[in-house]
């Protein structure tokens, strides 16, 4: 089956670093966009970044400086590495794919179960 696992999520102090990752599995033989989104307690999923088949990427304001996606094409993996953590950050974290061919299906859209992200002193 095709699936996104994401790992990586844990407790972390404010201005410490952590660093996810989320692989796409399942004979994948391409995938469009992928990204990371987040939603904390109360609040609404928010984008956090994406990295496109083509290579751009974007970020959402908050995390400018601080967050950086990369992706490797060859083992449709893509990371997320956090620092200068602050408690704003705590949320879970969701990894996305867009347009993920495997076999005959093409998948508009996938979702990873999610991963805890807590800084906290």
């Known amino acids: 089956q095709v699936q996104l696992v994401e790992s990586g999520g844990g407790l972390v102090q404010p201005g410490g670093s952590l660093r996810l990752s989320c692989a796409a599995s399942?004979?994948?033989?391409?995938?469009?966009?992928m990204g990371w989104y987040r939603q904390a307690p109360g609040k609404e999923r928010e984008l956090v970044a994406t990295?496109?088949?083509?290579?751009?990427?974007n970020y959402a304001d908050s995390v400018k400086g601080r967050f950086t996606i990369s992706r490797d094409n060859a083992v449709n993996t893509v990371y997320l590495q956090m620092n200068s953590l602050k408690p704003e950050d705590t949320a879970v974290y969701y990894c996305k794919a867009d347009r993920v061919r495997s076999g005959p299906r093409l998948y508009l859209e996938l979702w990873g179960q999610g991963t805890l992200v807590t800084v906290s002193s």
């Open positions: 990295f496109t088949s083509a290579g751009s990427t």
């Open positions: 399942g004979g994948i033989s391409s995938i469009n966009a």
